[in-house]
């Protein structure tokens, strides 16, 4: 299995709602990664994971919370977003951050649209 | 700081012929990798290319293949008998090659290539 499954692939949230982005991969990596992707633009870092310890926060807003319970899983989990955050979030893995070689393999996203 | 530049916003290509994409980067380091990511209309981004910047031997993959200069700090991607699922967004990037944060990708803000049947 070489995919990385995001779910959902569309999502549509208020100001006030609470949700959850999930990202899943049973390829044995111990890096994940969230990218932020805005309209026409290229992906950003948000955050990396590097045996399930949060090793990267790009200076994210705190109404962006990562989560990673376990080597196979990761989560998003939003609140009180902005309609600025509207954006495709990407989760991607490698095999381990320090030898990633930037040899990541990317999920096709969340489409998320803060109304 | 690392910076990537991509010019060209969009290109088009007739189908079987050959096209190159143009990248240059900035960077302090004195190793690094660089890449070609392919984003289709499903959005997953896709690895096309690699390339360490220690190896002076140019980085090829089947139809896919890369000019590196490393003085002049470019990196184009040539794609030869393009094919109509070669139409996408490329983005050229770079990353470190030691110490962490390998995965932090810095990305050029892309090329939008289409493919003419």
């Known amino acids: 299995d070489t995919e990385v499954t995001q779910t959902p692939k569309h999502l549509v949230m208020g100001m006030t709602n609470k949700k959850s982005l999930k990202c899943e991969q049973h390829?044995?990596?111990?890096?994940m990664y969230w990218y932020k992707q805005k309209a026409k633009k290229p992906p950003e870092l948000m955050f990396v994971y590097s045996y399930e310890k949060l090793s990267i926060n790009e200076s994210v807003p705190s109404r962006f919370s990562p989560e990673c319970p376990n080597s196979s899983l990761l989560n998003l989990h939003l609140h009180a977003l902005q309609p600025e955050d509207s954006a495709l979030y990407l989760c991607?893995?490698?095999?381990?951050?320090?030898?990633?070689?930037?040899?990541?393999?990317f999920g096709s996203g969340t489409q998320l649209s803060v109304l | 700081a690392q910076t990537v530049t991509q010019s060209q916003p969009e290109m088009s290509v007739q189908e079987a012929e050959t096209v190159t994409l143009s990248c240059t980067y900035d960077t302090s380091e004195s190793d690094y990798y660089l890449f070609w990511y392919k984003q289709p209309p499903s959005r997953q981004m896709i690895l096309v290319i690699r390339?360490?910047?220690?190896?002076?031997q140019n980085a090829t993959e089947n139809r896919f293949s890369v000019n590196f200069q490393k003085a002049a700090k470019s990196f184009s991607l040539k794609i030869s008998d393009s094919q109509l699922g070669d139409a996408a967004m490329y983005f050229c990037?770079?990353?470190?090659?030691?110490?962490?944060?390998?995965?932090?990708?810095?990305f050029g803000k892309g090329t939008k290539l289409s493919v003419k049947p």
């Open positions: 390339q360490e910047a220690y190896k002076q």
């Open positions: 990037a770079q990353t470190r090659l030691y110490g962490g944060s390998q995965g932090n990708l810095i």
């Open positions: 991607a893995s490698s095999l381990k951050e320090e030898l990633s070689a930037g040899k990541l393999f």
């Open positions: 390829m044995g990596h111990r890096a």
